[in-house]
């Protein structure tokens, strides 16, 4: 052999490994994942029509589906969907709980931990906010005022309404990481200690409070006010913790009575 055929041997790149359809699916469903298309928490389009908006078959679909459940991006609950999980490990969440189990009075730091990031979330949400953003928040507000001044209001309706602001608050920011890692405080939060469970009913005037404070920070966020919107954010906590505290005196906590002092 010549050894100008050498160097042309030499010269000629190997054409790399061609990624399956399943692979592609799976960078697809991460990028999506990553860009924030799909937040922690929602529930991912039917089997079908992800299959056919990927232009894909649904058996690489399901393939790729499993997988990303492995990974632990994805969590595939029988009989109801899809859903996407938070990047921030449940190990995280499960020790946040454990804590709380034994010392319940981890809840109020665990409420200035979600008063910091919350605030910062509205901070950057004036900045970065959409015009969809906008009109998600102005529909949220009308359904939390709708749901807390409703005279036989269900619990976790109104539990759901308030945490699905706050998970709103979180998406605007438009950061993906931030958004997965507030929504796992968030998660905690709604386990310890339900909204529900707060009884702001004793407390005169606190319902008009709360969304008179959600309207403020919506406001803030639409005039581009970043301080003025982590600020209003900072003072609604505050005042959810001055609340709990009034109202709570025995209470249940991870099934167990506790006294928060």
């Known amino acids: 052999m010549s050894r100008n055929h050498l160097e042309t ?5 190997p054409i790399g490994k061609i990624p399956s359809v399943t692979e592609k699916i799976l960078d697809r469903m991460v990028e999506l994942i990553s860009a924030g298309t799909f937040q922690p928490g929602e529930k991912l389009p039917s089997e079908k029509d992800l299959a056919r908006q990927l232009m894909v078959s ?8 499993m997988i990303l459940q492995a990974r632990g991006l994805l969590e595939i609950k029988p009989r109801s969907g899809t859903y ?21 009075n981890k809840m109020w730091e665990l409420l200035e931990v979600r008063k910091f990031m919350d605030s910062a979330a509205a901070e950057l ?3 970065r906010r959409t015009t969809e953003d906008l009109r998600e928040f102005k529909n949220l507000l009308n359904l939390v005022s709708s749901v807390m001044n409703k005279k ?34 968030a998660d905690v939060v709604r386990r310890a200690l339900p909204f529900a469970r707060i009884k702001f009913e004793s407390i005169p ?57």
Do not use: C
């Not at 041997?9 to 790149?13: T, Y």
């Not at 649904?58 to 589906?65: D, T």
């Not at 996407?84 to 319940?104: G, I, N």
């Open 58 to 65: 649904r058996p690489s679909l399901r393939e790729a589906l």
């Open 152 to 185: 036989s209001e269900k619990e976790i309706e109104v539990e759901r309404a308030y945490g699905r602001f706050f998970k709103h608050l979180a998406l605007s920011s438009h950061n993906t990481l931030f958004s997965h890692f507030i929504e796992s405080i």
């Open 125 to 127: 949400a004036a900045i």
């Open 205 to 261: 005037q606190s319902r008009e409070t709360i969304i008179d404070q959600l309207l403020q920070i919506v406001d803030a966020i639409e005039r581009q006010q970043p301080q003025q919107a982590r600020s209003l954010v900072i003072e609604h906590i505050e005042y959810v913790e001055k609340s709990l505290r009034r109202v709570m005196g025995n209470t249940v906590l991870n099934g167990k009575s506790y006294r928060f002092i």
């Open 84 to 104: 996407v999980r938070s990047a921030t490990p449940q190990q995280f969440r499960d020790t946040l709980e454990h804590m709380l189990e034994f010392e319940p």
């Open 9 to 13: 041997m030499k010269r000629i790149q």
